[in-house]
């Protein structure tokens, strides 16, 4: 149980344009679900935080304008990156819990995000 | 706020070894705290957990952690570890359902 998908898993963009990422809770409800920005050989770096039908909170330094999060329902979430830029290519994690059993997330895989 | 520090960045072991993968962290209130491995291109898992009760916290594949509050320690422990240990491993603590990431282990297994 507690799987969470992430669509697409990899993707190539150019320069200017938007991309669409999402992020699925599979076999549960996920009223909270949290998207990550990871590069290589570093740590995971929170963006935002979403609660399902409310808007989500940034943490400091991230453009709400340029990460677009969208958490419309219990088992979806999606971030948008527009008008991609080189410097956005990075590897975005979601997670999503359910509220109980500790405060565990649960991961989705993971999208690799190549801006050319 | 709270803060995670993992002690090593790299930790080279042979096959079979022991290993211990070293985490503290700071906080002014109780926390929980997890260890997580993450092999390449992939998302996180979980190993173990400490919420309350016991101290010592056993995880899945053969790992386990002990929780010092004194020392505000959570070390992540294997008595034998194999080749497909090799991977990052990330402490974190979690409080108000928000988590905190140290920057992470890379653990080689080498035969």
């Known amino acids: 149980g507690a799987v969470v998908s992430q669509h697409p898993s990899w993707v190539i963009c150019k320069s200017g344009t938007s991309v669409k990422i999402e992020c699925r809770s599979l076999d549960f409800q996920a009223t909270t679900m949290f998207w990550y920005r990871q590069f290589p050989k570093q740590s995971l770096m929170l963006m935002a935080t979403s609660n399902e039908g409310s808007k989500a909170t940034y943490e400091q330094g991230v453009e709400k304008d340029k990460f677009l999060i969208n958490h419309a329902s219990l088992t979806l979430s999606t971030l948008t990156v527009t008008s991609a830029h080189p410097e956005d290519s990075s590897f975005y994690i979601c997670?999503?819990?359910?509220?109980?059993?500790?405060?565990?997330?649960?991961f989705g895989p993971g999208t690799r995000l190549t801006v050319t | 706020a709270q803060s995670v520090t993992q002690l090593d960045s790299q930790v080279p072991v042979f096959e079979e070894a022991p290993v211990e993968l070293r985490c503290n962290y700071s906080s002014s209130v109780s926390v929980y705290l997890f260890w997580y491995v993450q092999y390449p291109n992939q998302g996180l898992q979980l190993l173990l957990k400490y919420l309350s009760g016991s101290t010592l916290v056993k995880g899945i594949n053969g790992f386990e952690a002990e929780f010092n509050k004194s020392q505000t320690s959570f070390h992540l422990r294997k008595p034998s570890v194999h080749i497909s240990d090799t991977a990052e491993y990330f402490c974190?603590?979690?409080?108000?359902?928000?988590?905190?990431f140290g920057d992470g282990t890379t653990l080689t297994v080498k035969p």
């Open positions: 997670s999503a819990s359910s509220g109980t059993g500790g405060y565990e997330q649960y």
């Open positions: 974190a603590v979690v409080r108000a359902g928000k988590s905190t």
